[in-house]
């Protein structure tokens, strides 16, 4: 039993640093994309892709944007057709959730507060123009989650910035978009953009995330999308090898007592 025991809570301590551990709900296999549509995806000018592309069912990519850390899949491809699976899979977890704090009507830009994990939700569309701030309150687990109705709109020069991070990506961010999604020239946001409909992203914009779109395109112009996946931070990394060492020392201990 005291065996069984030690095991149990070695595995929890692992657990409890993996990256995924805390989240609400996994992309499933897309994750690992930056960007994936529905029927076709567009790109004018240069455009950098850090994570795989794809579209399906559709099987169009046109404009050839670059992709590092990646590879491309189309149409009936299996790896394509099971992350367009999960997209939508991710999409209905976040519009079954419960309703959240109602911001319907009220602009991203210009809310007298940091946003805090949790739940948003907006009856019809939503907007940003300017800076959007989310408050991890130091937890790079925290998630927000923005339920659209419609359409998710910002204005050229838009930002989404996250707080308590020391200036890292909070990888928890999801928009459940109910049509289409345009985010204005030179925006740089975070989080995934989880589309219906389409996603079209203006001249120089950035997004730390992801551009999944369900049933439609995405269109791009000489942007940057990073998927951004999380690893384990060398301190966390740091305090499960401590961890484990002092549980080590705790069964030698025993052993020798029992002895």
Known sequence: MYRNYCLYFAAALIASFHPLAHAAFTLGSAETFSVLGGTTVTN?????????LGV?????????????NGSIYTGADAVAVQAH???VTAYNFIFDEPIGTDLSGQNLGTLALPLTPGVYTFAASAALTGTLFLDTQGDPNASFHFQIGTTFITDAL????????GGAAAPNIFW????????????????????QTS?????????????LAIDGAVTMDSNNISNGLAVPEPGSLGMM????????????????RLT
């Open 199 to 211: 996603i079209s992203l203006g001249a120089g914009a950035g997004i730390s995330g992801r551009a």
């Open 85 to 87: 699976a999960d997209t």
């Open 241 to 256: 090898a401590s961890g484990l060492a002092a549980l080590v020392a705790l069964v030698a201990f025993r052993r020798r």
């Open 158 to 165: 838009s930002s989404v910035v996250t707080l308590g991070l």
């Open 176 to 195: 459940q978009i109910g049509t289409s999604a345009t985010i204005g020239a030179n925006t740089s946001l975070q989080g995934t953009l989880l589309a």
């Open 44 to 52: 004018t000018g240069l455009t950098i892709l850090d994570g795989d």
């Open 56 to 68: 399906s069912p559709g099987t169009a990519i046109t404009g050839s944007p670059t992709v590092i």
